[in-house]
């Protein structure tokens, strides 16, 4: 399988390969993967025969080099009366309808900017970013009826309609 790095720098150590354009960053190789650069091509040979390990790697790493030139977007909203999230250094504080406020940790890899309702995610990891916003609204899932909680954006809600004789 080949993979065309136009203006990305690479370099390969130790079952490493770690890239850089705008952003940097690093992905492991499996053992039985065996990678090698030539003209601008990364080529990955496998030595099973299966190729499920060979084909999440390569979308993993064709999602790195799209992340390094545009970092990989999520939006998130809070909606409820007094929910709110604030940055601390590397932690996420947020009171969101429980007693006592929750602290989440901000992996390195991972920005976040807030505005009054709206929670945006970046990251070069497109794989890591979706388990981090997914952590973040199991914490309070939303509720449609009540419009309560922490969603997508792009996510919609389906009511289901009321049983009322009219």
Excluded: H, R
Excluded at 124 to 140: N, P, Q, R, S
């Amino acid at each position: 399988m080949k993979i065309l790095l136009n203006n990305i720098k690479y370099f390969l150590k130790n079952n490493v390969l770690y890239l850089k354009n705008i952003y940097f960053c690093k992905i492991f190789i499996p053992k039985f993967l065996i990678i090698s650069i030539k003209d601008n091509f990364l080529i990955i040979k496998n030595l099973k025969k299966e190729n499920c390990i060979l084909n999440t790697f390569t979308s993993n790493l064709k999602n790195l080099i799209l992340g390094i030139k545009n970092l990989w977007i999520k939006k998130l909203e809070i909606s409820g009366i007094g929910y709110k999230f604030i940055l601390k250094k590397n932690f996420l504080i947020g009171f969101i309808g429980y007693s006592n406020p929750i602290q989440i940790i901000i992996p390195s890899y991972i920005k976040i900017n807030i505005n009054k309702n709206n929670i945006i995610i970046l990251s070069v990891y497109k794989d890591k970013l979706g388990v981090f916003a997914e952590k973040l609204t199991k914490i309070k899932k939303y509720d449609p009826y009540k419009k309560k909680g922490i969603f997508f954006l792009d996510k919609c809600f389906i009511k289901k309609s009321s049983k009322k004789k009219q």
